[in-house]
């Protein structure tokens, strides 16, 4: 059974900072999804991960994702009050069209 | 841009109740699901769709069902709403495997 783990749960950090957000996942999967939620807002789409090592990057947030160690990193950089939200990770679950989510990381930036 | 539309964002319904959740779509996509999400549970599949009329179980199918008589929308049922159904649904489509989801804006159903 495919099981998802993100750590950490609650990140708060100051603003300027790096961190990274990690996601690790049970059985092989073929594809990796990162989506943002607002509070009492729905999730948004970031990133799709599709491939070892693929790398994606918006402003300053980066994903990347190693098949082999089964994980994927939310990297944020010099972060801003704006990126404060919920991040999630899911894994598609091989020949099924489900998707696995993680517990989510709330994550808080303060000046 | 596609949009994924849930009838509601309130709902409060009583005990026994029969309630139903619907979803559309408007991009022509394959696959729709439900979720639910709970505070220290993150989300949780219920019920998929691949297409019109068929339907897969999720993660925690039971005290549920829907129906998708169209390919734009997937309705949910509670046959018999109970209070531990109370949560936030979230409805999503995408076209394929590969692709992500789009997520509705969410129902959040109160079950008193």
């Known amino acids: 059974e495919l099981k998802v783990e993100q750590n950490p749960l609650f990140l708060s950090m100051q603003e300027g900072k790096n961190y990274t957000i990690y996601c690790n996942y049970s059985?092989?999967?073929?594809?990796l999804y990162w989506y943002r939620q607002d509070p009492g807002k729905s999730l948004e789409s970031l990133f799709v991960?599709?491939?070892?090592?693929a790398v994606k990057q918006e402003g300053r947030l980066m994903a990347s994702l190693d098949t082999k160690a089964r994980l994927s990193t939310l990297h944020i950089t010099a972060a801003v009050h704006d990126l404060s939200a919920t991040y999630f990770c899911?894994?598609?679950?091989?020949?099924?069209?489900?998707?696995?989510f993680g517990t989510g990381t709330r994550l808080q930036v303060f000046p | 841009d596609v949009k994924v539309t849930q009838s509601s964002r309130y709902l409060v319904k009583r005990t026994g109740e029969k309630v139903f959740l619907e979803c559309v779509q408007d991009m022509d996509h394959e696959n729709m699901f439900w979720y639910r999400q709970d505070p220290g549970l993150g989300l949780r599949l219920i019920y998929f769709?691949?297409?019109?009329?068929?339907?897969e179980k999720g993660d925690i199918p039971e005290g549920y069902s829907v129906s998708r008589e169209k390919k734009e929308r997937f309705s949910l049922i509670l046959e018999s709403a109970s209070t531990n159904q109370t949560s936030m649904y979230l409805c999503?489509?995408?076209?394929?495997?590969?692709?992500?989801?789009?997520f509705g804006s969410g129902t959040r159903l109160t079950v008193v």
């Open positions: 769709s691949y297409d019109v009329k068929m339907k």
């Open positions: 899911a894994v598609g679950s091989m020949g099924t069209d489900k998707l696995i």
């Open positions: 999503a489509s995408r076209p394929g495997q590969m692709y992500g989801y789009t």
């Open positions: 991960l599709l491939s070892n090592g």
């Open positions: 059985t092989t999967s073929d594809r």
